[in-house]
């Protein structure tokens, strides 16, 4: 499981013969540990609108070091570009060339943002021009970042302030390590709802959180950040991987609840186990996922049916129970584990693809639902992440697929996991129905 190669690479020898012979040279990325500063360094925010203003005031306040232009040859943690204020592709040459003046001085791992508004929600052919002129941009810029640095957006919209809770709550998530696996990505904040938490890093504090298949990989990982944040877990898997759950039940001092999410009553066990052992639930993570891999040619019944009935039906099963259930009214939230095989494609993945992007379109279609009880429903798509799933693919595909990424290695499951805490928390109100890759920014695809 380990990417020996990234720990080769990042050694003095390691380094100069991968120069040399021309290799991908992965960077160790910074992750986040509790009580790690935002960042360390200047933040430059280029942009001379009112939004740009707003903003750089609000950062002051969080006690950044944050520039309105840039010193020549001093070290950027971050360059945040404020474009919320586009009519015509025009206007994109003063705040980007700003920038780029800038490309060379940022950190290892530092991170460029975009604000801007949706194509979508323009008015004017002009205005939708220059709006989605921002995603080529970012999208491309991303790709030149090196050194662990990304790159992503955030949407603003209508209505929407550079200063809105979830704005502020995603500039955070993307200043921060624990995005530090996201890059080439767009977040939209649609509402001005959220709230940024007292304190940053507990931000999860007072919550019931319930993780699905939390025994082991991705799930245990989410159910150990979620823990790390604040929240009280219900951690749930199959009776057959009992032993593990316990263990990592005991480690993150929350409960364990043996069930198979495919049952009839499953939901409802869930809420009664939350509201039983804790006096509610706040939050569900929709993780356990299976996969059963054949050509579409070779494909069984019993495959193709264990794989939808797990990673997508039993989702939408138990999501009408937390919609009709009365203990789950108070700012829900749901975030489900999509993948990006659901978003372009995977060879000998119908199935799973089929159950992913189903988990895409539920999110998108429940969101509206979870609004009126103030609540939120969103998914992450990770890419290429280093657990026993991936640890299985035959070694050479493997090591194609882990590099093939703007940072050119895999993630880990802290990375889906951090961003699965960022949606669940207050700071994220104002993001409804979103679907955010963990990817590295996969080069192939969507
Ligand atoms: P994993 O196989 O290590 O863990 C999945 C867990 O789900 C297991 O503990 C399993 O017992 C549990 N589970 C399976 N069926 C269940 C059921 N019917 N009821 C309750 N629990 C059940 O997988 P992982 O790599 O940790 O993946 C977690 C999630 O992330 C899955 O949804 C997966 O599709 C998704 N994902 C993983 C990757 C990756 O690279 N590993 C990439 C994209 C998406």
Request: hydrophobic share 45%; net charge negative.
């Given at each position: 499981m380990a990417d020996t190669y990234t720990q080769m690479v990042n050694s003095n020898l390691g380094r100069s013969v991968a120069r040399k012979l021309g290799l991908p040279q992965p960077?160790?990325?910074?992750?986040?540990?509790?009580?790690?500063?935002?960042?360390?360094?200047?933040?430059?925010?280029?942009?001379?609108?009112?939004?740009?203003?707003?903003?750089?005031?609000?950062?002051?306040?969080?006690?950044?070091?944050?520039?309105?232009?840039?010193?020549?040859?001093?070290?950027?943690?971050?360059?945040?570009?404020?474009?919320?204020?586009?009519?015509?592709?025009?206007?994109?040459?003063?705040?980007?060339?700003?920038?780029a003046g800038s490309l060379r001085d940022l950190q290892p791992c530092g991170r460029l943002i975009t604000l801007s508004r949706p194509a979508a929600e323009a008015s004017s052919p002009h205005a939708a021009a220059a709006r989605q002129g921002v995603d080529g941009f970012l999208r491309s810029l991303a790709k030149e970042l090196r050194a662990g640095a990304t790159g992503n957006g955030v949407l603003l919209g209508n209505g929407t302030a550079t200063?809105?809770?979830?704005?502020?709550?995603?500039?955070?998530?993307?200043?921060?390590?624990?995005?530090?696996?996201?890059?080439?990505?767009?977040?939209?904040?649609?509402?001005?709802?959220?709230?940024?938490?007292?304190?940053?890093?507990?931000?999860?504090?007072?919550?019931?959180?319930?993780?699905?298949?939390?025994?082991?990989?991705?799930?245990?990982?989410?159910?150990?950040?979620?823990?790390?944040?604040?929240?009280?877990?219900?951690?749930?898997?199959?009776?057959a991987a009992g032993d593990q759950l316990a263990s990592v039940a005991n480690e993150v001092r929350g409960t364990a609840l043996q069930l198979d999410i495919t049952g009839a009553d499953a939901g409802q066990r869930i809420i009664d186990h939350a509201v039983q052992r804790h006096g509610r639930l706040d939050i569900v993570v929709h993780n356990a996922g299976v996969t059963r891999d054949k050509l579409m040619a070779n494909m069984d019944q019993a495959r193709w049916n264990l794989v939808i009935n797990i990673n997508i039906a039993a989702q939408l099963r138990i999501n009408e129970a937390l919609l009709a259930s009365e203990y789950f009214r108070s700012t829900p939230r749901i975030v489900s584990v999509a993948s990006t095989s659901g978003i372009a494609g995977n060879r000998g993945q119908t199935n799973y693809a089929a159950s992913k992007g189903g988990v895409m379109g539920m999110v998108r279609a429940t969101a509206p639902l979870l609004a009126t009880a103030g609540g939120t429903i969103n998914a992450v798509a990770p890419g290429f992440i280093e657990t026993?799933?991936?640890?299985?693919?035959?070694?050479?595909?493997?090591?194609?697929?882990?590099?093939?990424?703007?940072?050119?290695?895999?993630?880990?499951?802290?990375?889906?996991?951090?961003?699965?805490?960022?949606l669940a928390s207050d700071a994220a109100g104002g993001i409804n129905g979103q679907v955010l890759r963990v990817c590295g920014q996969n080069l192939v695809g969507a």
């Open positions: 960077a160790v990325l910074r992750r986040y540990k509790s009580g790690q500063p935002l960042v360390t360094g200047p933040v430059v925010v280029v942009g001379d609108t009112p939004g740009a203003d707003k903003l750089a005031a609000e950062l002051l306040s969080w006690d950044l070091d944050v520039r309105r232009h840039a010193v020549p040859a001093e070290k950027l943690a971050a360059i945040i570009l404020v474009l919320d204020e586009l009519e015509h592709p025009a206007e994109l040459e003063r705040p980007v060339l700003a920038a200063t809105s809770p979830s704005v502020l709550g995603a500039v955070r998530f993307f200043l921060s390590a624990r995005s530090a696996f996201v890059d080439g990505q767009f977040l939209s904040v649609s509402t001005e709802d959220g709230a940024l938490p007292p304190d940053p890093d507990r931000p999860l504090a007072g919550k019931v959180a319930v993780v699905t298949g939390a025994a082991r990989g991705i799930g245990a990982e989410i159910a150990r950040t979620l823990h790390r944040d604040g929240a009280t877990l219900v951690l749930v898997d199959i009776p026993d799933m991936t640890a299985r693919i035959p070694f050479a595909v493997r090591e194609v697929a882990r590099r093939l990424n703007s940072l050119q290695q895999g993630g880990m499951p802290s990375d889906v996991a951090e961003t699965i805490a960022f």
